[in-house]
C-alpha cells in the first residue's frame, strides 16, 4: 500500500461576508449576554422615589458579582430582553418551561443602608401579571433593614434594633410651601425642582398660593430664603393618622409612612409560632415566596400540603426596602419584604444622566457622569 505524503489538502471554501457577520453577531450576544447576566447590567431609572441620590434619567451600571449572580430561571427568552421585545408589547419569554433558580458565590450579601436593585414582588406592580421572578420589574431602593433586624420609625426617623439609622445626606420629605403668588418656572429650575417635585394645591382665601413641595435639606433652606415664599412646613398629611395602603394590611388601623412598626425580617432557619398575629404579618409571604406546595392561611392557621403547621422555619432571608424620596416613593411600607430570590445586584455608578425636562443645551447633567453611588 502506498502513502502520498505530499497529497494536497482540499482548500477550505472561504466564508462569505453574510456567514461572517452572522457568526459575529452571534458571537457578540452570547458574550454580552453572559456578560450582563454574571458581571454587570445597566439600568436607566423611570421614576423619582430615590432622589436626590439617584434622579429619574440616571443610566445605571449594577453589579451582579457583589451578591452573586442568579442562575436563569426561564430560559425561553430572547437574549438581551426583559419582558418584551425592544419597542413593542410583544412578550419576550415564554413560560413554558420553568427552571429551579440558584445564586452563585458573590463578594458579599447586601448590606443595611445601601441601595440595592431588585424585581419588585407583588403582581400588582407588575402589570397586574405574575411573572417569573427574573422577569418581574426592576426597582431600585436604600435597603433599610435585613434579615434579623427589628426595624421602626419614629416621626420619619428609621430606628433599626433600637438605634437610629443613619440618614441618606439626600434624602427628601414632603412640605408645604405658601407663597405671595406664583412661583415663576426659572426659580424652580434654579432650584433643580422638576415636575416631580412640586405641585401647586390652589389659592387660599387671601390669594396667597400654596405648594406641595419635595425637597432635601439644602432645597428646603434655599426655598425659605426666597422673598416672596412665606412659610415651609412640614407637611402634616404625611402622617396624619392611619394609611389604609400601608403594608401589612392588619395595621392599617394604626401605621402610616411617618410612624410604622416595630417590625422583625425574617431571617433563614427563624422559626415562627404560627398564630392570628404572626400570620398577619407574615402569612401572604409564606404563600407567595416561600415555594411550599398547597399553602393555605384561614382562620389563624397555616396548612401546606394538607398538613396543618404550628411552627413554621423561613426558608430565605427578606429585606426591608425605602427610597430616599420618603414620600414620594412606593416602597416596602406600602407592597411588604423583598425576598433573597428578588434580589438582582448593587448600584456601581452613574455612567449617563439625562433631564428630559431641561432644554438642548442642559440636557446632560454632565456633574452626574461617573458618580458613585451610595
Known sequence: MKFNLFKKKKPQKRKTKLIEWRDSIVFAVVVATLFRWSFVEAFMVPTPSMENTILVGDYLFVSKFHYGPRTPRTPLQLPLTHQKIWGTEIPSYLDWVELPSYRLPGL?????????VFNIPPAILNDGEERPIDLK?????RCVAIAGDRLEIRNKQIFVNGEPLENP???KFSYLVIAKDEIHQRHLDKLELTSDDYYSMGQTADARVVYKMLLTPEQRNEVEALPFVLSVEEDFTTHDGPDANIFPAAKTTSWNGDNYGPLVMPAKGMKMIVND????????????HEENERVSVTNGELTIDGESIKEYTFKQDYYFMMGDNRHNSLDSRYWGFVPENHILGK????????????DLLHKIRWHRMF????
Not at 420589574?137 to 431602593?141: F, R, S
Not at 448600584?347 to 431641561?358: C, K, Q
Not at 458618580?371 to 451610595?374: C, R, S, V
Open 137 to 141: 420589574t426592576y426597582y431600585v431602593k
Open 169 to 171: 445626606e439626600n434624602m
Open 371 to 374: 458618580t458613585l453611588i451610595e
Open 277 to 288: 398575629s404572626t400570620l398577619a404579618l407574615y402569612g401572604e409571604m409564606i404563600q407567595l
Open 347 to 358: 448600584p456601581l455608578f452613574i455612567w449617563l444622566s439625562i433631564n428630559n425636562e431641561a
Open 108 to 116: 458579599r450579601g447586601v448590606e443595611r443602608g445601601e441601595p440595592v
